[in-house]
Structure formats: structure tokens, C-alpha cells
Nanobody, 118 residues
Framework: QVQLVESGGGLVQPGGPLRLSCGAS????????MGWYRQAPGNQRESVAT???????KYADSVKGRFTISRDDAKNTVYLQMNSLQPEDTAIYYC????????????WGQGTQVTVSS
């Protein structure tokens, strides 16, 4: 069984920074992708940033230049550094871990609330 535990959400003023962390534990395939998704009220869940074990990174256009995803493989942890936060970044942020081995394995964290407001 795989578990993902997120931390780092909270309330921040517009223009401020916030850093999210997600630690993974359990039986994890060596080749996988970790990432961050978010869901605002009334919206569908969307991809924010993903990073593979090979180091390939993808960002949503809305966060390019402001957010940075990174990982520490020794700790099975992925980070999301968010700078220049705006009210439209307000959402629940979910950590995701997935890989394909004969079928897709897809795991989610419990979510952490990020609120950008003055």
C-alpha cells in the first residue's frame, strides 16, 4: 500500500510564497511520476506540476515562472515552491504518485488547502 502525506498549506497574502511537501511511503515502483494537482471550488481538478524519476518536469501555463517542483529521491519526497501567489491560486492542492506496470497505479494525498487573500 502507498501513502502520501502532504504539508505546508495555509493562508498567504497575494504576492507571498508558500512551500508544499509530500512524502511517499510504501511499495513504490522505481520509475514513477510525482506531481501536484489542485481543485478550486466549482472547478475540475487540474495538473499544476509533475516530475518524473528521470527529472522531466511539466508545468501548467498558469504557474510557469512562479512555481518550482523538485524532488528528493532519498526521502521519497516532492516539493512545490510557490512564489508570487495570486488569489486565483486558491485551491486544495493534492499530491499524486503514479506509474505504469501492466496497468496504471495512481495514488493521491489527502489534500492541503492553500488560500491566497489579503
Amino acid at each position: 500500500q502507498v501513502q502520501l502525506v502532504e504539508s505546508g498549506g495555509g493562508l498567504v497574502q497575494p504576492g507571498g510564497p508558500l512551500r508544499l511537501s509530500c512524502g511517499a511511503s510504501g511499495n513504490i515502483f522505481s520509475t514513477h511520476t510525482m506531481g501536484w494537482y489542485r481543485q478550486a471550488p466549482g472547478n475540475q481538478r487540474e495538473s499544476v506540476a509533475t516530475i518524473t524519476t528521470g527529472g522531466s518536469i511539466k508545468y501548467a501555463d498558469s504557474v510557469k515562472g512562479r512555481f518550482t517542483i523538485s524532488r528528493d529521491d532519498a526521502k521519497n519526497t516532492v516539493y512545490l515552491q510557490m512564489n508570487s501567489l495570486q488569489p486565483e491560486d486558491t485551491a486544495i492542492y493534492y499530491c499524486n504518485l503514479q506509474w505504469w506496470r501492466r496497468r496504471t497505479y495512481n495514488y493521491w494525498g489527502q489534500g492541503t488547502q492553500v488560500t491566497v487573500s489579503s
